[in-house]
T-cell receptor, first 113, second 115 residues
Framework: EAGVTQFPSHSVIEKGQTVTLRCDPI?????LYWYRRVMGKEIKFLLH????????ESGMPNNRFLAERTGGTYSTLKVQPAELEDSGVYFC???????????FGQGTRLTVV | AQSVTQPDIHITVSEGASLELRCNYS??????LFWYVQSPGQGLQLLLK??????LVQGIKGFEAEFKRSQSSFNLRKPSVHWSDAAEYFC?????????????FGKGTRLSVIA
């Protein structure tokens, strides 16, 4: 069974540009989470989908971040326009409904220059 | 609000030596507790988890952790470290009995292993 897959693994963009990160969860997992780790800081929650609905987006830093989950399958996280402080590693995780353990992807390292 | 503290940012141990990584949490209820590891270029891998029952839990790669409610701690241990254990380790908590809530992570402890 395939694990959580994230694309791209690494992205370098200039300030002001747009970047879209993609996450393919484990098939059948209703829950999908986005987390972010800024260098030297803890991994922080961004938002949570249950199927295609946003369950909790309290961790989204500002309205430059837009997350979608098409048909309850894969998810995208768009940053527009990107700022220097958006640099970090973005993790996606998924889990079945009612399951506390989350399965993480390898992360996307975003560098904004 | 819940929080997780990993007081050691970086630890260096000799190969074959024992290891203990500390984790303290602040939570108003009984938490779910996790340890994850991130090796260079890899994603977060679950080492072990505690939900209830026996407070000493065994994980993969020879790791174990002990839940101590009185100390609000969930320290990770390994009796003999291997060079391949060099990685970053994250302690995390989740809300008990609400399986879909997001995890709260500590800042991580980077482990270096020397010969």
């Amino acid at each position: 069974e395939a694990g959580v897959t994230q694309f791209p693994s690494h992205s370098v963009i200039e300030k002001g540009q747009t970047v879209t990160l993609r996450c393919d969860p484990i098939s059948g997992h209703d829950n999908l989470y986005w987390y972010r780790r800024v260098m030297g800081k803890e991994i922080k929650f961004l938002l949570h989908f249950v199927k295609e609905s946003k369950q909790d987006e309290s961790g989204m830093p500002n309205n430059r971040f837009l997350a979608e989950r098409t048909g309850g399958t894969y998810s995208t996280l768009k940053v527009q326009p990107a700022e220097l402080e958006d640099s970090g590693v973005y993790f996606c995780a998924s889990s079945p409904q009612g399951y506390a353990e989350a399965f993480f992807g390898q992360g996307t390292r975003l560098t904004v220059v | 609000a819940q929080s997780v503290t990993q007081p050691d940012i970086h630890i260096t141990v000799s190969e074959g030596a024992s290891l203990e990584l500390r984790c303290n949490y602040s939570y108003g209820a009984t938490p779910y507790l996790f340890w994850y590891v991130q090796s260079p270029g890899q994603g977060l891998q679950l080492l072990l988890k505690y939900f209830s029952g026996d407070t000493l839990v065994q994980g993969i790669k020879g790791f174990e952790a002990e839940f101590k409610r009185s100390q609000s701690s969930f320290n990770l241990r390994k009796p003999s470290v291997h060079w391949s254990d060099a990685a970053e380790y994250f302690c995390a908590v989740g809300l008990y009995n609400s399986g879909n809530t997001p995890l709260v992570f500590g800042k991580g402890t980077r482990l270096s292993v020397i010969a």
